[in-house]
């Protein structure tokens, strides 16, 4: 199982971007997803989450009313749409998935991040 982040970039304060985590591999059901940060010097956090059929989100308060996560399971990828960015949104953005496989185990992936930097 791989997931592979992409989007990430330099942006102004203000900005939008939209990352992608894509993925792929032995899957039999893909399952809770979610956006995680980590900021230089600091500890990895949430950013937002979203269950299996995404209809239900939750979002650190941090980022609620700028950032919206999305899912389309047809293309096994997760979506965040980020926008009003501010510098301090600076950060590697990690994609995290619940996925079991054709062996019945379930257990949870990380991407490899993608780079988000915010400039004033």
């Known amino acids: 199982v791989q997931l592979v982040e992409s989007g990430g970039g330099l942006v102004q304060a203000g900005g939008s971007l939209r990352l992608s985590c894509a993925v792929s591999?032995?899957?039999?059901?893909?399952?809770?997803m979610g956006w995680y940060r980590q900021a230089p010097g600091k500890q990895r956090e949430l950013v937002a989450t979203?269950?299996?059929?995404?209809?239900?989100?939750n979002y650190a308060d941090s980022v609620k009313g700028r950032f919206t996560i999305s899912r389309d399971n047809a293309k096994n990828t997760m979506y965040l749409q980020m926008n009003s960015l501010k510098p301090e949104d600076t950060a590697v953005y990690y994609c995290?998935?619940?996925?079991?496989?054709?062996?019945?185990?379930?257990?949870?992936?990380w991407g490899q991040g993608t780079l988000v930097t915010v400039s004033e």
């Open positions: 995290k998935a619940v996925i079991r496989d054709y062996r019945n185990v379930q257990r949870q992936y």
């Open positions: 591999g032995s899957i039999f059901s893909l399952n809770a």
């Open positions: 979203i269950t299996s059929g995404g209809n239900s989100t």
